[in-house]
């Protein structure tokens, strides 16, 4: 049984930092990319960070890019997502996601191509 655990959230202030981790088990993670995504009340679901298959290539939504950094444990099972300069629209559940494609060349972007998914963590950024 293929589990994602999310934990990490909490309320910051505008400008401050959180890391959200996520730990997975029940599949061979190393040969499927992972990501962040996140969704505001009201909004879809939108994509935040990626990560390869392989762990050497990352990739970022331009909202975070330069601020959030997405990174896989030494055991490949566990990812992260350091969150800096965090703003008040960066507030929603973030939720990290397994890719049902195995070793896909490039992370999709989309949650349509995810098929694992935790249960949400809250992230809330006050100005």
């Known amino acids: 049984q293929v589990q994602l655990v999310e934990s990490g959230g909490g309320l910051v202030q505008a400008g401050g930092s959180l890391r959200l981790s996520c730990a997975a088990s029940?599949?061979?993670?190393?040969?499927?990319?992972m990501a962040w995504f996140r969704q505001a009340p009201g909004n879809e679901r939108e994509f935040v960070a990626a990560?390869?298959?392989?762990?050497?290539?990352?990739y970022y939504a331009d909202s975070v890019k330069g601020r959030f950094t997405m990174s896989r444990g030494n055991a490949k099972d566990t990812v992260y997502l350091q969150m800096n300069s965090l703003k008040p629209e960066d507030t929603a559940i973030y939720y990290c996601?397994?890719?049902?494609?195995?070793?896909?060349?490039?992370?999709?972007?989309?949650?349509?191509?995810?098929?694992?998914w935790g249960q949400g963590t809250q992230v809330t950024v006050s100005s």
């Open positions: 990560i390869k298959w392989s762990g050497t290539t990352t």
């Open positions: 029940g599949r061979t993670f190393s040969s499927y990319a």
């Open positions: 996601a397994t890719e049902s494609t195995r070793q896909r060349n490039r992370p999709s972007q989309t949650p349509e191509d995810y098929d694992y």
